[in-house]
């Protein structure tokens, strides 16, 4: 999908999109790490492209747990506030514009980022 998040161009690919058993389209994202994320970006980011490129309304979504072989509970995706998401991409943006790269470390994010020999955080440690 291709879209545009406060005025960034974003392309990506939703992971999955289904149908409840009322014929309600919803979106997943597929997630082979043990963390459920605190917050649905990723779903919100699939809602909207969805809706932006298909015309196709999503009000939820859920992550499949891959190593639990389980979906979460359902996600109502309206929680989650557009311009919030907009803002996000637009400070974002101008950040990585700007040269500004902000480490997000975790023992989830860490173990697998390919620049951790260079990064001040994961030095540290």
């Given at each position: 999908?291709e879209?545009?998040?406060?005025?960034?161009?974003?392309?990506?690919?939703?992971d999955?999109?289904?149908?409840?058993?009322?014929?309600?389209p919803?979106?997943?994202?597929?997630?082979?790490?043990?963390?459920?994320?605190h917050?649905?970006?990723?779903?919100?980011v699939y809602?909207?492209g969805?809706r932006d490129?298909?015309?196709?309304?999503?009000d939820?979504?859920d992550?499949?747990?891959?190593?639990d072989?389980?979906?979460t509970d359902?996600?109502?995706?309206?929680?989650?506030?557009?311009?919030?998401?907009?803002?996000w991409f637009t400070?974002?943006d101008?950040?990585?514009?700007a040269?500004?790269?902000?480490?997000?470390?975790?023992?989830?994010?860490?173990?697998?980022?390919p620049?951790k020999h260079?990064c001040p955080?994961y030095?540290?440690n």
């Amino acid at each position: 999908m291709e879209t545009e998040i406060g005025g960034v161009r974003v392309l990506g690919y939703i992971d999955l999109v289904l149908e409840d058993f009322e014929g309600t389209p919803f979106v997943r994202d597929l997630k082979t790490g043990t963390k459920t994320p605190h917050l649905p970006v990723q779903l919100k980011v699939y809602q909207r492209g969805l809706r932006d490129v298909l015309g196709v309304e999503a009000d939820w979504g859920d992550y499949y747990m891959a190593k639990d072989g389980q979906p979460t509970d359902p996600i109502d995706l309206g929680s989650f506030s557009e311009p919030l998401l907009e803002r996000w991409f637009t400070d974002m943006d101008q950040a990585e514009r700007a040269g500004i790269y902000m480490p997000n470390p975790s023992s989830d994010n860490c173990w697998s980022c390919p620049v951790k020999h260079h990064c001040p955080v994961y030095r540290s440690n």
